[in-house]
């Protein structure tokens, strides 16, 4: 593919999608929507393909990935399923929760997919364009955000473009995230013990209802899944947490009745919240101003995934 023509961006239709999935077949990079934020995908069977996924990101090789699937099937010949496992695919997929899961024997995935362990963090999306990829592929794709490692995750092609550039063959044009934010990571241990590793829109508790057990803390530093270094999602900026009132050299994200700049929801509805967050992050990085304040938002459901994102953002 000529160089100076990348990325491509295609129509999420049968024919852009058909075309992803060839540059995906032939070892290339795709930028694909889905229901939390846009991923990164390369074919998860083959060392080359996923090696440029690295390159493009400029992100550390020991930091997994998460492998995309098209069902429990395909899932299940990757990855050891349990019966706690089965109930969560059952209850949650397709959808925004991640399983890590004991690697299975001989599973056609990538060493650098997995960075050396065990485990493989493998997920069903719901978004049809992810969806339709994937079937049409015929492969699981391996597939972090679609952005320069550390920084912002995009929510828009516009986003995509702006951080990887010609890093990626073609972006399929899906519109803006739904959810805005990427999925629940759950590790499920031999042992019969689980930790959420990433909060996302599927919340503790909800895992809690159908496991019938409670989590253990995460106590453990070791990068098992995305989303675990301490700092990421970085605007490039200063970020201010709890700000309710801004300083003049601040861009404000507000939030319920803290009206900010840009608001991530002025109903103070955590969901819609959520939806806004990175494009919010994108709007108070692209601004004159040469610090960011965020307004305090609560710690209770998806909320807890919000501050966590926001607080890796700061650090």
């Given amino acids: 593919m000529d160089h100076a023509s990348r990325p491509m961006l295609l129509a999420p239709d049968q024919s852009g999608i058909a075309l992803a999935a060839q540059i995906l077949r032939d070892g290339g990079l795709v930028a694909s929507p889905s229901e939390t934020v846009y991923g990164l995908m390369a074919r998860a069977d083959q060392q080359e393909a996923v090696a440029a996924i690295y390159t493009a990101k400029g992100r550390p090789s020991f930091n997994p990935l998460i492998v995309h699937v098209a069902d429990t099937a395909m899932a299940q010949r990757l990855a050891v399923f349990d019966e706690r496992a089965r109930r969560l695919a059952d209850a949650f997929w397709p959808g925004p929760l991640t399983l890590v899961l004991p690697l299975q024997m001989g599973a056609a995935v990538a060493p650098s997919v997995i960075a050396g362990l065990p485990t493989l963090a493998v997920r069903c ?6 969806r339709a990829l994937i079937a049409e592929t015929r492969l699981p794709l391996a597939g ?3 952005n320069r490692s550390g920084g912002v995750s995009p929510t828009r092609t516009e986003h995509v473009v702006a951080s990887l550039g010609d890093r990626v063959d073609a972006v399929i044009d899906g519109g803006t995230c739904a959810q805005g934010l990427e999925s629940t990571i759950v590790a499920l241990r031999p042992s019969g013990s689980w930790q959420v590793l990433r909060p996302g829109p599927i919340t503790e508790a909800q895992i809690a209802a159908v496991l019938y057990a409670q989590s253990d803390a995460v106590c453990s530093s070791a990068i098992e899944a995305p989303g ?18 801004r300083q003049d050299d601040e861009f404000h994200i507000g939030f319920g009745t803290v009206a900010g700049h840009a608001n991530l929801s002025p109903d103070g509805d955590l969901a819609e919240a959520a939806a806004n967050l990175y494009a919010l992050l994108h709007q108070a990085a692209d601004a004159d101003h040469p610090r960011i304040a965020v307004a305090p938002v609560p710690d209770a459901g998806i909320g807890v995934a919000i501050n966590d994102r926001l607080r890796r953002a700061a650090a």
């Fill in 125 to 130: 999306p719901a978004h049809p364009v992810l």
């Fill in 144 to 146: 972090p955000s679609a």
């Fill in 228 to 245: 675990q270094l301490s700092s990421h999602y970085a605007p490039g900026k200063p970020v201010r947490l709890e700000a309710t009132q």
